[in-house]
């Protein structure tokens, strides 16, 4: 039976944690559904690289799983709306909603009171603008334009982090501050009802798990994944910073490096997004840990059902 007709679980923590398996067991313990938390996994054609469950590996249904083209725009304004329509359709249902994912603001997003401006909607013409304005004079020089307009929230963005910078300026042209919305960001309140269920893995065995995990892409053909991205026009997408797994590839294919060094990037990199999203997940004080370190996925789900179904559904 599900735990609640209102609420939902969330199982959250970094890469190679064992999020997906867990996840949905506990869904089909509990009566219910996954809606994926994933920036990447909404995105078709793009399936070994981002770990995706396959179809015929589900027990489940699974929500917000190739939602759009690579080339087709997609925020975490967007994953709210989804997300949030995912849980009412599920719980219409009588089934319980179980969101499983390692994107941490997508999380928030749908757990918490975000109030996204116009900037985060697609078709943003002033996103438009500073998209082809870092194409042609690059990510140095959109940053200067950001000092130059908000020095106070250029202080707090790497100039390297171009989409970061993009959504700074985007707010200032909106009569908003990047820097005041960071600094209220911890104090944004909970809007949908919820559980959340962390695994913690240390960073040695994780680090392990990564490394087999990239390994197992690779034979699984993340190679041919990516050349055939490239042959349906991907190409600009793909080789996007957050694409862990493809902008690699794309360097070996065109003979920027090794395929033994690519698949080498990949594990570290892979190695730094989860150290990022550890960093993440540890400052949210409603998530309740469960050692992973073990990876047995019979007392993984054993905790978890008792957490989900002792503890209050917290709104």
Not at 44 to 49: C, E, K, N, P, T
Not at 109 to 133: C, K, S, T, W
Not at 212 to 233: F, H, I, K, N, P
Request: with cysteine; net charge negative.
């Amino acid at each position: 039976m599900p735990l609640s007709s209102a609420g939902v679980v969330c199982i959250v923590g970094p890469t190679a944690s064992g999020k997906t398996d867990l996840a949905q067991q506990l869904a089909a313990a509990l009566g219910g559904e996954v809606v994926s938390a994933d920036s990447m996994q909404v995105y078709r054609g793009m399936d070994i690289g981002t770990g995706k469950l396959p179809a015929c590996e589900r027990i489940v249904a699974h929500h917000l799983i190739d939602v759009v083209r690579p080339d087709e725009p997609y925020s975490a304004a967007l994953f709210q709306r989804d997300a949030r329509a995912a849980f009412r359709d599920i719980a219409s249902r009588g089934a319980q909603p179980v969101l499983a994912g390692g994107t941490g603001f997508y999380v928030r997003a749908a757990i918490d009171d975000f109030a996204f401006p116009a900037g985060e909607q697609v078709g943003n013409p002033v996103r438009d603008e500073l998209a082809r304005f870092l194409e042609e004079h690059g990510a140095q020089a959109l940053w200067d334009r950001l000092e130059a307009a908000d020095a106070e929230s250029a202080r707090l963005v790497h100039p390297n982090n171009a989409k970061r910078v993009m959504r700074a300026l985007e707010l200032h042209a909106q009569g908003e501050s990047y820097a005041a919305q960071l600094s209220a960001f911890s104090r944004i309140e909970q809007a949908v009802p919820a559980v959340m269920i962390g695994l913690a893995v240390t960073p040695d065995i994780l680090a392990s798990r990564i490394e087999a995990r990239v390994d197992r892409m690779r034979e699984a053909g993340l190679m041919g994944e990516v050349e055939g991205l490239l042959e349906s026009g991907f190409r600009e997408w793909i080789t996007a910073p957050q694409a862990i797994g493809y902008k690699e590839i794309v360097d070996a294919l065109d003979g920027r490096r090794t395929m033994d060094e690519a698949f080498d990037a990949i594990k570290q990199a892979t190695r730094r997004y989860a150290k990022r999203q550890r960093t993440w997940f540890g400052k949210d004080a409603r998530i309740r840990w469960i050692d992973a370190d073990t990876g047995e996925s019979e007392a993984l789900l054993d905790s978890a059902l008792e957490i989900a179904q002792s503890a209050e559904i917290r709104s």
